[in-house]
């Protein structure tokens, strides 16, 4: 058998590559992209861990991630379409104002 | 003996890693939200593995299928800008691959002092499981979620409908 903390090392690195593109990505969607990476890690975890628990409830509590990961990706979406259109670019340098 | 299973465990987990790599570093965006798909349904993979079927075919509908063309239809909605590569800072890379390895050696060093456990070996009803859990156990917080799903339906058409509509 595969050991769960081998499982728990790729989602690790995982985790790691999204947070580097979120750090690194100055376009919106660049770093929505990077945080469905880091979501998606998260998601490995709560599995692996899931199965060596054997009762079902981590798995249960990674499809709930699931729904609501997808819930925030549609709502990033909006916003997305809403910078672009209201001020013509999707660079986060230029989005500072958006606060207040 | 031992190290067997660990074959297509290793193959996939480098597929993997080199796929999110590729999605953190490729310069086009639709390149990247190509390589994101392929990661989504390399970690369905990684579920068969873990004997997660029922999983495994949700990440694949909703993931794969649906978050992937989402996020195709906003790239080529905003085409126009990204179409001119926004560049990276290269002070800022080198303190985000510092950042993120400092705490990829933080998780690593917390895995490797946990007890090595195994996954369980295979159930049969491991998708039946998981249903009781939702309808009996989780059953509120079920419901909570579809309520979830409508206000951000209703809040996405919201913020990105036209003014003048």
């Given at each position: ?61 990674a ?12 709502v ?25 | ?59 694949v ?6 978050v ?7 790239v ?9 590569r ?15 390895l ?49 206000a ?14």
């Amino acid at each position: 058998m595969v050991p769960v903390s081998s499982y728990m090392l790729l989602a690790a690195g995982m985790f790691s590559m999204g947070l580097y593109g979120v750090l690194t990505r100055k376009n919106v969607l660049g770093i929505l992209l990077s945080v469905e990476l880091m979501a998606n890690a998260v998601n490995v975890n709560l599995v692996a861990i899931g199965r060596s628990l054997g009762d079902g409830r981590g798995e249960a509590f990674a499809l709930f991630a699931i729904a609501l990961t997808v819930a925030e990706v549609v709502v990033g979406l909006a916003i997305v379409i809403f910078l672009h259109r209201s001020r013509r670019s999707i660079d986060v340098d230029q989005a500072a104002s958006m606060h207040g | 003996m031992s190290w067997l299973p660990m074959v297509p465990f290793a193959l996939l987990a480098s597929a993997l890693l080199a796929c999110a790599w590729c999605v953190v570093t490729s310069d086009d965006l639709v390149h990247s939200v190509l390589w994101l798909a392929l990661t989504l349904v390399v970690t369905a993979g990684v579920y068969v593995q873990l004997q997660a079927e029922f999983i495994a075919a949700v990440q694949v509908l909703l993931y794969a299928g649906g978050v992937a063309v989402l996020m195709i239809f906003a790239v080529l909605l905003t085409k126009r800008l990204t179409g001119e590569r926004i560049p990276h800072e290269s002070g800022n890379r080198v303190r985000a691959a510092l950042a993120s390895l400092s705490v990829f050696g933080l998780l690593t060093a917390f895995i490797l002092r946990m007890p090595a456990s195994y996954a369980q070996p295979a159930q049969r009803s491991a998708t039946k499981v998981l249903g009781e859990r939702f309808l009996v156990d989780y059953a509120l917080p079920f419901e909570v979620l579809s309520v979830l799903l409508v206000a951000t339906m209703i809040g996405a058409i919201v913020i990105a409908r036209k003014e003048d509509a």
